[in-house]
């Protein structure tokens, strides 16, 4: 998963043209949408998936914190819709254990595919924080970081954890820093991304 | 009757006389005869300059019931037809025929003529969406208005389908004795290319001017053994509204990458070389795919042949960068071309006709090698529509669409796959401007069709990357996504005629209920 495209749940013309532009991965925002069309961004992403499918690209779902009800709502209606993750913003273990303990519930009452995260841990997190974070569950499968955080990078490598850099981002930069691969709000992005991870380091 | 491509057409039509149905892109050539032209001789010392447009139209002969002509490279900033009709409309004349190259929004003015019968015939090749279309689809204009191709119009005006009686040559730098261009003036506007038939072939030729230079007027692109009369008005246009329209790159990512996607089918398909040949519209998208191909061949070293068509500045920045020998420019679309127009002297003017008319010798557009196109709808059989929307609605003219696509080696039509909430490939296009049998490849954000015909491409292009599937697939796709809309209903009046460029009814205009 070299290059991922972010897409506000919450728009219906880019949840249509998403899938167009060749991204290895889209990522679904729940986070932009207003608190107050929370509810709707979800239903929409839920029917869209549904009905367009999404069959060339996987799906992430970036949800919102997993301590907030909001962020509850979200992985528990869209791991209806098997994403391939979802994006959790964390600062500590904390907020990873009571995902997991969610994923747990979710998965005993529901037939869904096995849940993922990446993680997008806090900025000022630690090394030592960092390391405790992705340690907290078997379930991250991605570590989402700007760039200038990217000296976590050869831990999260050290634990076969791959890192995709948040935009903004040079794709360039974020190769020759060793990120795996790099995310675009903007679509015309993802072909020079794919371009420029094409020789390709490990993949998601 | 019903003509090669089906399409349901009169024998004959009221207002436009008996029909030449279309049976073939290429099945109406052969020899043809140039109509006779009327000159008038000028003795030694007699004076072509007029003190009025009411005064040139006085010394025109003007009668009821005869045609008109303009030319469009002013676009949007024309100022010429506006005075020129309103003048005629003021001195009394009816059933006038505006056989115009293009109408624009600006000719708003015109819509009050149409009505109370000053103009009741319209003839055009290229026409902006705006009031003069919409009074037209709305049946206010007494005979059907006849669509023309940009290499149709001088065909039936060399042919003498189409006579023209006076022709107003707007004229931005011009001397007493009728030697004009439109490269030099406070209204230059480039090349005047369109109006060089009209120049030859009219019976009484008026240059209108804001810009009176002493004699003789240098360079010269109309000569004054071709003009009767010289008029100078305050202004004959402003040229800022030559960049009407998207004459701009697109920002939108998705059309981006459907430029993107066109570049690529270009060069996979072999055409990015030494000496190739190019062209593309205006709109947004053509100019993204102009810039794409600009990448190619500077990775490439590619030194092209030519340039042609309507030219932009990206079109005159690949001229400075070596990337083309030489533009062939028919108008120009921006003030970057007007420049260099003036300035470069490997930026060539083409007439209409050296363009794309197919009763020549031969047209520049024969020689093209790529054409990106664009399209309002596209049926299943490739055909494409470019003069009305969905509902009927003219919004615009052939242009030089299925001259080009007639001519060209790879003629590329690119669309987005949905338009607004409807698919643009449809079981049947609302009106075919152009044959499928000359559409090679159809590229939308959702996949690339290519034309059946086209085994060699298909053959070319089956192991690349691009995502090459059927027309008929992209069809569905459409249609999951926006449904199948019910079929706008027409009353029978027709309400413009839409001719092939070689003068058949490819098909006609009915008046949307």
Redesign the interface.
């Known amino acids: 998963m070299q290059s991922v495209l972010i897409v506000n749940a919450n728009d219906p013309k880019m949840l ?2 998403a899938q ?3 991204a290895d991965a889209l990522m679904f925002d729940l986070t932009k949408p207003d608190e107050a069309e929370r509810d709707v961004a979800r239903i929409l992403l839920q029917e869209a998936v549904a009905f367009l499918g999404y069959k060339t690209a996987s799906i992430i779902v970036r949800a919102n914190s997993p301590d907030t009800e909001d962020g509850e709502m979200d992985i528990k209606t869209l791991a209806q819709s098997n994403p391939y993750a979802f994006v959790i913003a964390c600062s500590g273990a904390e907020t990873v254990k009571r995902a997991e303990a969610l994923a747990q519930e979710i998965e005993q009452s529901s037939v869904t595919t096995k849940i993922r995260f990446i993680l997008a841990p806090d900025v000022g997190i630690s090394d030592e924080g960092f390391k405790v974070l992705i340690a907290a569950s078997k379930r991250i499968s991605a570590v989402f970081l700007p760039a200038d955080m990217s000296r976590f990078i050869h831990i999260s490598s050290g634990a076969d954890i791959p890192v995709i850099a948040a935009p903004p981002v040079n794709p360039q930069d974020a190769r020759d820093l060793g990120f795996s691969g790099a995310a675009t709000e ?3 992005e993802v ?1 020079g991304i794919n371009e420029i991870f094409s020789e390709g380091r490990c993949g998601v | 009757m019903k003509n090669a491509l089906g399409r349901d057409i009169p024998e004959y039509i009221v207002g436009y006389g008996y029909v030449r149905p279309f049976s073939g892109a290429f099945a109406n050539l052969g020899l043809r005869t140039k109509a006779a032209v009327k000159v008038r001789s000028y003795v030694p010392g007699e004076k072509k300059i007029l003190s009025s447009i009411e005064e040139v139209i006085g010394k025109s002969g003007l009668k009821d019931g005869m045609t008109v002509s303009f030319h469009h490279h002013l676009r949007n900033g024309d100022k010429v037809v506006n005075q020129v009709m309103k003048a005629i409309a003021d001195m009394g004349f009816r059933n006038i025929h505006l056989a115009a190259s293009g109408i624009f929004a600006c000719h708003e003015p015109l819509v009050p003529y149409i009505e109370s019968g000053v103009i009741t015939q319209v003839s055009a090749n290229s026409f902006n969406r705006g009031p003069v279309a919409q009074a037209i689809t709305h049946g206010k204009l007494r005979k059907p208005a006849i669509l023309r191709s940009h290499g149709g119009r001088p065909r039936a005006i060399e042919s003498g389908e189409m006579h023209i009686d006076v022709a107003f040559i707007a004229a931005p730098a011009c001397d007493e004795w009728g030697n004009l261009n439109g490269t030099q003036g406070k209204s230059a506007c480039g090349y005047l290319a369109y109006s060089y038939p009209d120049a030859v072939y009219a019976d009484v030729v008026v240059a209108v001017t804001d810009n009176l230079v002493p004699y003789p007027a240098c360079p010269i692109e109309i000569t004054q053994d071709l003009v009767d009369y010289v008029v100078l008005v305050d202004s004959i246009g402003d040229p800022s509204g030559i960049i009407s329209g998207t004459t701009q790159i697109t920002t939108d990512p998705l059309n981006l990458h459907i430029a993107k996607t066109t570049a690529r089918l270009i060069d996979t398909a072999g055409y990015i070389k030494d000496g190739m040949s190019f062209q593309t519209g205006a709109g947004g998208t053509s100019l993204a795919v102009a810039a794409q191909v600009r990448e190619y061949m500077l990775a490439k070293k590619v030194v092209g042949a030519f340039g042609s068509g309507g030219i932009h500045s990206y079109f005159v920045n690949m001229l400075q960068e070596g990337l083309f020998r030489c533009l062939f420019d028919v108008q120009c679309f921006d003030l970057a071309a007007v420049r260099s127009a003036a300035e470069n002297p490997k930026h060539m003017a083409m007439s209409a006709s050296m363009y794309g008319n197919p009763h020549t010798r031969g047209s520049v557009v024969n020689n093209l090698d790529v054409m990106i196109l664009g399209a309002t709808e596209v049926d299943t059989d490739f055909n494409v529509n470019v003069v009305t929307g969905s509902d009927g609605t003219i919004m615009g003219a052939s242009g030089g669409h299925n001259d080009c696509a007639a001519g060209s080696k790879l003629a590329i039509v690119v669309t987005n796959l949905l338009k607004g909430r409807l698919c643009a490939v449809r079981d049947s296009v609302t009106t075919v401007t152009t044959p499928g049998e000359t559409i090679d490849v159809l590229v939308t954000d959702w996949g690339i069709a290519i034309n059946p015909r086209r085994i060699d491409l298909i053959d070319k292009l089956k192991d690349s990357k691009l995502p090459i599937t059927g027309i008929g697939e992209l069809q569905k796709t459409g249609e999951r996504l926006t449904g199948k809309p019910e079929p706008q209903k027409f009353s029978d009046k027709i309400v413009a005629v839409v001719e092939y460029r070689d003068g058949t009814v490819i098909d006609v205009v009915r008046q949307p209920v």
């Open positions: 249509l043209d167009l532009f060749g903007n679509g015309g072909d």
